[in-house]
């Protein structure tokens, strides 16, 4: 059995988290959510995640600009 | 990565915006695109085009209905604790946000309500709310361009009017849905009772 992939959705909406999170549990992935860029850097170290969901709004926080 | 955002008009965003996503996801997104576009960023071999069964309905806005929870049913799996969740989330982001976009109007603090806007155009994507979802797009380009100012406060009043008006039908569906769910439990609990009363 493969390992399930990693996702860290960031976004600032907690209806979007919630609603991308449920999406994506039913489709067997691990899913982390972040609601800034902190937190978002914290998940990020801490999972070294696969893929991330990043609300381009955020972006303009410099931490989060190394991402892309 | 990528790039989640709220705003449709691709060609507005500025194209540096987007320079260094691998790919952009237009909110509210879809299940199937979002399934898709991990997909595309990932390409693992276990995850095959099997794994796309979810229904491709086109989007509903109807002036004739206020609200809908089909995008609720169908992104949760039609899970009533999580439509509950999410309609008890709304109810609360939008009180705050009504009270935020007046005192913006009293402060004629544009980017302000620029913020709150931005936040509350999704939410109403997600219930279908295209009548006042349509009039908060509006003041989303009115306070980002900053014109048409004195156009503000009516349509910042027509906003607050209907989406009180909403709130206070969301939670009677809070109250339905919830009624529903103990209906579910006490018939589960009946059945129970059924069956050792057989033995």
């Known amino acids: 059995m493969n390992q399930p992939q990693k996702i860290v959705i960031v976004d600032d909406d907690e209806m979007t988290l919630e609603l991308m ?45 190394c991402l892309a | 990565v990528i790039a989640l955002t709220a705003n449709v ?11 260094g996503f691998d790919e952009v996801l237009v909110k509210p997104f879809k299940e199937r695109d979002l399934y898709e576009k991990i997909v595309n960023v990932l390409k693992p071999e276990n995850m095959t085009r099997n794994g796309m069964d979810f229904p491709n309905g086109k989007e509903i806005v109807s002036d004739e209905s206020l609200f809908s929870l089909k995008y609720l049913e169908k992104t949760s799996g039609a899970n009533r604790e999580f439509e ?35 936040k509350m155009i999704p939410q109403f994507r997600y219930l279908e709310i295209g009548k006042t979802e349509r009039k908060l797009k509006l003041l989303e380009e009115l306070t980002g361009e900053i014109k048409d100012l004195e156009k503000i406060p009516a349509l910042v009043k027509e906003i607050s009017a209907e ?20 209906h579910l439990e006490e018939a589960e609990d009946g059945m129970i009772v059924d069956h050792e009363k057989t033995r």
């Open chain 2, 9 to 19: 008009y691709m060609e507005h965003l500025k194209e540096d915006a987007t320079v």
């Open chain 1, 21 to 65: 999170r449920t999406g994506l549990e039913a489709r067997h992935f691990t899913v982390y959510t972040a609601v800034d860029s902190m937190d978002a850097i914290k998940k990020i170290q801490e999972s070294k995640p696969d893929l991330i969901l990043l609300d381009i709004m955020l972006r303009i926080f410099p931490e989060l600009n």
């Open chain 2, 163 to 182: 989406t009180s008006q909403i709130l206070l039908l969301l939670a009677d569906e809070v109250d339905k849905l919830m009624k529903k769910n103990r």
């Open chain 2, 84 to 118: 509950i969740k999410m309609l008890e989330l709304f109810i609360r982001n939008n009180t705050v946000h009504l009270e935020a976009l007046k005192k913006g109007v009293s402060d004629k603090d544009w980017d302000a309500i620029y913020r709150i806007v931005h």
